[in-house]
């Protein structure tokens, strides 16, 4: 069979003018002739790098390593920077820019001289960012995450983001001072890595090696861990072997792979942002996926890693226990293990030898660590177009709940009056919050678990239900109804919740209602105006006019779908 002609020698393998131009500037970093031949694939390093991007700090280093495998393993890496999104820092939520950053990685690898693709990924947005544009363009591509940070330490305890919750509630009751704080700040990121608990960052990583994007055991390797880098030399072998095999992204991402990645989100207890994220992913590779599909594939799956927010343990830990391999083999029976991976080889392959170190971390199918798990997609007249909620992360005994309504009726709002001891509000009341959506803030954040009221807290209550049109951070826990769509700002039922109404949640029949009457009902949506939004200019402007709602991704509407690798035109 003749070997394929190398998509890098478009641009290097070129004579004449166009080649001399394609060639001359490269060799200014000192690169040899013989590169530019079309032996060598070309491997795009695509780097999150950023030193306002933390939880991806230490990605230079790994980078290097990933560099050493691609040499020896006969390729030419070459790196370029691409949008990254601290989770921590940007403001008003990194989420707003995730499909920017899509836009950045599609564009960057389509345009390039590269044969096959390395996404480095950590922070929460930016995994989904660069697998999203990546799948657009659909060359081999692998994914290598940074690892989470190793668990933090105060006062003899260990701990994590899921704390700091609880950090923050302890402070509003003055049970912890502001020296404390600030210690518990850096004694909870000691390390480099992303997220300690099984927040979205670890949450993507599990998704990417769900999927079959990324070797074994890149969910849970330490980024501290020497092995870390190990995995990155070895994912820089396996690409230039991937380019040989023409093992294109929608090879792996199948419809079977998006199953097999439900079910294991749901035996991690992964956040729900991860919902968003695969529906984006999926529309760009052009795999019909729904709501629908995650309640049905989930709920089969019970929670076999016992990590926090879920659980008791972190990501760290799990590692030790066997990894996303040993929780993989638990839930073997209803996984497609011959779906194809990264490594050539299958799913059922990969987790064929996987074996449990300890049975606190890692439970069986018939003992889990609890019994529901996964997400539960909700439908009703307050989200016609689905909203959901993570039941191991909730209170089971608010699972089925009816209460008063306590509307808030944007985040200005509820800070304004939530802490207010006149709040009309006790324990057996639904928070309400409107205005947090796509659109409506915009960008949608992950404000969904808006604390508790602290006249409520003083009194030791834990948990309310909470409705939102927000997310919420995958660190976060509660009875908390998210992604309600249509969103409140573009005149969803949520827009119409009145202080007072009373509200049916009822999880183990997946429904959540506005018990008012139609009459009503049309009373309210006839007089319902929205409000206009205060921006008129720039990308902002872009992502309220294309932006999707929370059942289709949050994604741009002229995003979906991929155009392939190929471009049109010539530069010269
Ligand atoms: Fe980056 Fe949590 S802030 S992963």
């Known amino acids: 069979m003749a070997k394929k002609k190398l998509r890098s020698q478009e641009w290097y393998g070129r004579t004449g003018k166009d080649g001399f131009i ?18 060598k694939p070309v491997i795009g390093i695509c780097n999150t790098w950023s030193e306002l991007t933390p939880c991806n700090a230490h990605f230079r280093d790994l ?20 949008m990254s999104l601290g989770e921590c820092s940007i403001k008003p939520t990194a989420m707003l820019f995730r499909n920017l950053a899509s836009m950045d990685v599609e564009e960057s690898i389509r345009a390039n001289p590269m044969d096959g693709v390395i996404l480095m990924c950590g922070c929460d947005k930016t995994t989904p960012s660069l697998v999203m544009g990546a799948a657009s363009v659909n060359l081999p591509t692998l994914v290598l995450s940074g690892g989470p940070m190793l668990v933090g330490r105060f006062k003899g305890k260990k701990i994590g983001t899921s704390d700091i919750w609880r950090f923050a509630e302890d402070f509003k009751l003055g049970k912890l001072s502001q020296e404390e704080f600030i210690e518990a700040e850096a004694a909870m990121s000691r390390s ?9 960052a670890s949450t993507m990583a599990a998704m990417v090696e769900a999927l079959g994007l990324a070797l074994p055991d890149n969910a849970t390797i330490p980024a501290a861990d020497s092995r870390r880098k190990v995995m990155a030399h070895l994912a820089g072998m396996r ?16 419809r079977k792979a998006f199953e097999n990645s439900i079910m294991v989100n749901a035996a991690v207890g992964g956040s729900t942002n991860y919902i968003l994220h695969l529906i984006a992913i999926a529309k760009r590779i052009g795999v019909t996926l729904d709501l629908a599909d995650f309640d049905e594939f989930s709920s089969r799956i019970p929670l076999i890693a016992n990590v926090q927010p879920s659980g008791e343990h972190w990501v760290e830990d ?3 226990a066997g990894g996303l391999p040993a929780v993989m083999k638990e839930i073997e029976k209803y996984l497609h293990t011959d ?14 030898k996987a074996e449990c170190w300890d049975r606190n971390l890692i439970g069986t199918f018939e003992n889990p660590i609890k019994p529901e798990s996964g997400i539960a997609v909700l439908k009703g007249n307050l989200c016609p177009n689905g909203a959901v909620l993570k039941p191991s992360a909730a209170t089971p005994s608010l699972l089925t709940h009816t209460g008063r309504a306590v509307v808030f009726e944007d985040i200005d709002d509820y800070k304004a009056r939530v802490d207010d001891p006149n709040l009309d509000i006790d324990e057996t009341c639904v928070m309400v919050l409107k205005k947090v959506g796509p659109k409506g803030y915009p960008g949608m954040p992950e404000v969904g678990n808006m604390g508790l009221p ?32 249509p969103e409140s700002a573009i005149g969803g039922p949520l827009a119409l919740v009145q202080n007072g109404d009373r509200i049916e949640l009822d999880v183990p029949n997946r429904s959540l209602n506005l018990l008012i009457s139609e009459e009503e009902f049309a009373t309210r949506r006839a007089a319902f105006s929205p409000s206009p939004l205060p921006y008129d200019r720039g990308y902002v402007n872009l992502f309220l006019d294309k932006v999707n709602q929370a059942h289709e991704g949050v994604d741009f509407d002229f995003l979906q779908g991929s155009s392939g690798p190929e471009v049109k035109r010539d530069s010269h």
């Open 339 to 352: 779906a194809i991976t990264v490594n050539g080889k299958t799913l059922g392959e990969n987790i064929a």
């Open 22 to 39: 394609y060639r001359s500037w490269m060799k200014n970093q000192g690169l040899p002739h013989h590169l530019f031949e079309g032996e």
């Open 454 to 485: 602290k006249k409520l807290l003083e009194k030791g209550v834990k948990d309310m239900v909470r409705i939102s049109d927000g997310r919420m951070s995958g660190t976060g826990f509660g009875t908390v109804v998210l992604h309600v769509s």
């Open 63 to 82: 980078a290097e390593a990933l560099k050493r495998g691609i040499w020896e393993a006969g390729g030419f890496p070459l790196e370029f920077p691409v």
């Open 239 to 254: 690409i230039v072997e991937m380019v040989k095999e023409d093992l294109t992204m929608d090879k792996i991402l199948t």
């Open 318 to 320: 799990l590692f030790y």
């Open 192 to 200: 480099v890595g992303h997220c300690a608990p099984m927040g979205t």
